[in-house]
């Protein structure tokens, strides 16, 4: 028994102060996988477990081009790793999957959006009506291994209360993985996406509701004075969202705010917006400006014509100049340039050998009766994975058999291996890997509170 006691104070102190390797999940809770992008705590990753960063800018492609030719390439010079695809639900399934395809093409995430429920919370059941319209969620389908979907741009005013965002947003995610759609789905604030604080409420809530565990959250930094806002504003949001673990992002901002005739950028219409990629930059939060050109105010064009050269004011500082610009800080992922994982990357992260293995943290942690455990294996192996109170003693073993090489999850409902309810405490996740008689483990600290 001292052994075994010894054997887990040396895990606990191993594995407590070790660095967390999050890597990709991409398994739903019912065990299936998909391709694309999943959200791991706060943090956005690729399909081959990279964290991704978002930068990038909004393109009215439903406005203009619908295909986004030519201003993706002018974009791309950018270095921005996303396109946010302005859409209408006027858009067919084939323009919308060229104008998916062609930002592909030019080596950027693109997340769509809808627009249509813009300022109207009645109408946001009419865009997720359009989004699993089958021809159109055929498109979406298509692309899941490199696609973000922005449910709806801007839905609802200030009006809306927080029950009924969170059941509103409940029944769409649900209506839209029900279609068959798993990607990560992107859910702005209210009061025109302004609100942070209803997305720092009931955004844990949505997250345990989606059954892929999939979800970010984004807030349109619409914030000068004239709406009661002040600069530090900005840092204790995020710092307020980073602190709870929320997967937020800022979908949308610019130099100011106001009608298409304003003719002056003022104290009160202002908007601090090199703070604003600052603190991103410092806390790992993605950001989209708003927009790259087209606007009924040019104060909200980047450039002038749509052309990388005519970047100017803000957009060409957001853009390019400032240190925290998107050309300083964006990295655009292996997986969408090269459309495969990069091997040098996988090599260095697992070894040659085929049974490496990685066992990410468990999620959420701690929990209250359900957790999910992620891992992942990189060859073809024999995969026990078990549960261990403080003792080493096994409570549950969650899988014990042949699997592939890949990524998957385990949920665990809090119950032993006898069906009853265990106890709150510290427990163990350890993850058995045997190949060809040879064998690793890992092993993560959880933490359940009743």
Known sequence: MRRKQRRICRMIRLYTAGVLCLLLWAASAHGQ?????????????????????LRGVSNPNIWFQRDGLPHYA????????????VWETRGTAAQLDAAISNCISHSMIPMVECHDATGD????????????????????RRYEADLLLNIANEAGDASVTATQFREGYEAAVLRIREAGIHVPLVIDGTDWGKNIRVLQSEGPYLIEADPDRNLLFSVHMWWPRMYGYVEADIPRAIEASVRMELPLIVGEFSRMHGSCDEKNITADNSIPYRTLIKQCHLHEIGYIAWSWF????????????????TLYDWGLEVAVTDSFSILNTSVRPYSIVHGECDPA??????????????????????????????????????VRLE????????????????????????????????????PSGAYFCRLIIRHEGSQREKTRKMTLIK
């Not at 996988?33 to 960063?53: A, N, Q, S, T």
């Not at 974009?75 to 921005?80: C, L, N």
């Open 387 to 422: 549960i261990l109170d403080v003792y080493g003693a096994r409570v549950r073993t969650l899988i014990d058999r042949p699997e592939p090489a890949g990524f998957r999850s385990a949920p665990w409902d809090g119950l032993d291996d006898s069906g009853g309810e265990i």
């Open 121 to 140: 919370w009645s109408k946001l059941v009419s865009v997720v009506d359009y989004w699993t319209r089958p021809d159109i969620a055929e498109v979406l």
């Open 33 to 53: 996988e998909y391709p694309g992008f999943r959200v791991i705590g706060r943090h956005l990753y690729d399909r081959c477990g990279g964290k991704v960063i």
């Open 74 to 85: 002018e974009i791309e010079k950018t270095g921005a790793n996303v396109v946010r695809i």
């Open 294 to 309: 087209g606007n009924c105010n040019p104060f909200w064009d980047m450039t002038a014509d749509g052309t990388f050269e």
């Open 345 to 382: 990357s996988v090599r260095k992260r697992y070894g040659a050998v085929p049974d490496g293995l990685d066992l990410m943290p468990a999620y959420p942690n701690p929990f209250n009766l359900h957790t999910t455990i992620p891992y992942r294996i990189s060859g073809p192996a024999h």
